[in-house]
């Protein structure tokens, strides 16, 4: 396919696809429509509609501390329990009886809106990438101080900008950090060239050439000064606040390694903008992009796009922000929310979708400027001006440090402005490392079992190289294929769990811990995303007669073993060993263990 005709579907080639145009249920066989209790298509289905997708204490669960009871729980009741009831199940070492069921372990939203036929849909919308965003105006906005990796899809139109360096490192399906890469950037001996966010940015800047959005990366805060002093709390704090919380050198001490951006001046493309942490510094790009468009996606730099051939219009929709709403965002992942952490607000600020200065007018930038400066009497848990259920509160010293400006999301802008929000439950379809649309690789797990934030650059490489695939296949599939066409409609979410094990016998009880087996008789060498993985694994075959797994290895590098024996151990830091139960109890339960199939770590260049 030529350059020129990147959007365009071969001649004669079909619009029928295998994964229906129409929609697609996850998990669900022959699932291609909405179930019964479903009126839009980025709901919840099955488990995710029962229980919210959260972990909602809508009632108190009375549980008993027994293995029968806590294995009896269903999935609906074990997301009803609370913090405090969790840490008493995995004190009493119950955790193997609790599996994850009481976790978000896959993607639990319907999501697949109709398409455009310049996307490959069948509907009647004639509109090519050009004329969408004419009529809609649509930007994508990442912020970041670290360097882009230019790049280049081949045989097509799809490379970085000029301004991101050159020269471009050729991207194809098969692609790994190791392979092609040309300006390498290494700092304190690691390789800084293809992390995370440059494999994030790849993907959502090929997203939105597809679609024909414009694409905003933004560097607002390239350098940092550590400690914060008195005249940076000075600048940063409206005066109310600063009565309120006089600097003192307790909080010098207090806040002395946080990191800080010095502000923007008036002068600055991007500027006004106090001194703050680096990630309040996403409103001063957010502000720039507003005033310029009609509707924003800000994604953070551990986010990326599942679907690069689903357009944003039909969600920007079915949120209303074309309809007086000015943000819609999705609610936090756990586990803040499971220990009742309410600093962090009811919204994930990672990936917001807005609307922009050419829709809603001014509003929208005094909106801004509230987020900015949300202190004030909006600190205030007695203010009646905010609803009871969103009174957390606030800190002044959350200008520089953890939760940021996420915080501030929920008290100054939610509420305040209670009909202009949207909040989506998390992963239906945006954040969460389970999103069906945008998915949030973050930071930290509530269980290693469930997801593994060790394992983000490579879950990040194999989206990326899904991706080039998919953009590919269209450029290389022959007109009419029996395939159905030229445009592979799929997920890109190679996190989603693909092992379901029986944990029976896992018991923690039994563990030998802290010991390494001598002499062992090791048949087999396996990945595995924890003790009980390794040890389910074990109960798979019945050659393995004990297993062994080392807790520090970091993830995706060899470290279960299973063994058909062993002649005597040693001591070794966080590493266990356990035997096969032998035989297994005729009453034994079943007990579902779901975990991710562990991929090789993504290899570094020059190693």
């Known amino acids: 396919m030529p350059r020129e005709k990147l959007h365009e579907l071969p001649a004669g080639a079909s619009t029928r696809r295998h994964s229906n ?70 004190k009493a070492k119950l955790g193997t009886q609790l599996g994850t069921k009481w976790l978000m372990t896959k993607q639990e939203c319907w999501y697949r809106p109709p398409r455009p036929p310049y996307a490959g849909g069948s509907g009647s919308d004639e509109r090519s990438p050009a004329s969408d965003t004419a009529q809609h105006d649509i930007a994508v ?72 959005y414009k694409f905003y990366l933004e560097n607002p805060c390239p350098t940092t000064v550590i ?25 010098k001490t207090y806040m002395n390694r946080e990191h800080v951006c010095r502000g923007l001046p008036a002068s600055h493309r991007l500027g006004p903008f106090p001194p703050r942490s680096p990630p309040w510094l996403k409103l001063a790009a957010l502000r720039y992009v507003l005033r310029r468009h ?23 929709k079915a949120t209303g922000l074309d309809d007086g709403r000015w943000i819609a965002a999705a609610e936090e992942y ?19 979708l807005l609307a922009g200065v050419p829709r809603y007018g001014a509003p929208i930038l005094q909106m801004l400027e509230e987020w900015i400066w949300p202190f004030g009497e909006r600190c205030n848990k007695d203010n009646p001006d905010i609803p009871a259920e969103q009174r957390f509160g606030c800190n002044p010293t959350w200008a520089f440090m953890w939760p940021y400006e996420q915080n501030a999301l929920t008290n100054s802008i939610f509420a305040r402005y209670p009909e202009r929000y949207t909040l989506l439950r998390p992963g239906c379809p945006l954040n969460s490392p389970f999103g069906a649309f945008v998915r949030h690789l973050v930071g930290g797990t509530p269980a290693e ?43 890109c979410t190679p996190n989603e769990p693909k ?34 993985t390794c040890c389910a694994l074990c109960h798979e075959t019945a050659e393995c007669q004990a297993w062994s797994h080392d807790q520090d290895r970091p993830a995706g590098v060899i470290n279960c073993w299973l063994m058909r024996g062993f002649g005597s151990t040693r001591h070794s830091q966080n590493q266990v060993i356990g035997r096969r139960r032998q035989p297994r109890p005729a009453r034994e339960r079943y007990q579902r263990w779901e975990t991710f199939d562990v991929p090789a770590r993504a290899s570094v260049p020059g190693e």
């Not at 145009?21 to 509609?49: C, H, I, M, N, Y």
């Not at 950037?185 to 494999?199: C, P, R």
């Not at 009609?294 to 920007?316: G, I, K, N, R």
């Not at 756990?334 to 607000?345: C, E, H, T, V, Y």
């Open 21 to 90: 145009d129409d929609g697609v249920a996850p998990g669900t066989a022959g699932g291609w429509q909405p179930g019964p209790d479903q009126r839009q298509w980025f709901e919840p289905s099955g488990l995710g509609k029962l229980t919210g997708g959260l972990y909602h204490d809508v009632k108190q669960l009375n549980i008993t501390l027994l293995p029968a009871a806590v294995l009896a729980l269903t999935a609906a009741e074990s997301r009803q329990l609370t913090g405090r009831q969790l840490d008493a199940i995995y």
């Open 141 to 212: 906005l990442m912020v970041d101080s670290r360097k882009p990796m230019p790049y280049y899809v081949p045989g097509t139109d799809l490379r970085s900008p000029d301004g991101w360096g050159l020269p471009r490192t050729k991207l194809h399906a098969g692609w790994t950090p190791s392979s092609g890469m040309v300006g390498r950037q290494v700092e304190y001996g690691l390789d800084t060239s293809a992390g995370t966010f440059q494999m994030a940015l790849a993907v959502n800047h090929i997203y939105t050439q597809l679609h024909g």
């Open 227 to 251: 400690g914060v002093d008195e005249e940076m709390w000075r600048r940063s704090l409206d005066e109310g606040s600063r009565r309120r919380e006089r600097f003192r050198p307790s909080l």
């Open 294 to 316: 009609s509707f924003v996606a800000y994604m953070d730099s551990d986010c990326y796009v599942t679907e690069v051939w689903q357009p944003l219009w039909p969600l920007l």
């Open 334 to 352: 756990p586990p803040q929310k499971l220990r009742s952490d309410k600093r962090a607000g009811l919204a994930n600020s990672g990936i917001m």
């Open 449 to 491: 079992a469930v997801y593994s934030d060790e394992l983000r650059e490579t879950w990040m490489m194999l989206a990326l190289q899904c991706t080039l695939g998919i953009v590919l296949g269209a450029v290389h599939t022959p007109d009419g294929g029996s395939e159905g066409g030229a445009l592979q409609v799929s997920s």
């Open 499 to 532: 092992l379901i094990l029986d944990a029976a016998g896992c018991d923690e009880t039994r563990l030998l811990r802290h010991s390494k087996p001598l002499h062992a008789d090791v048949f087999a060498r396996v990945r595995a995303s924890h003790w009980v």
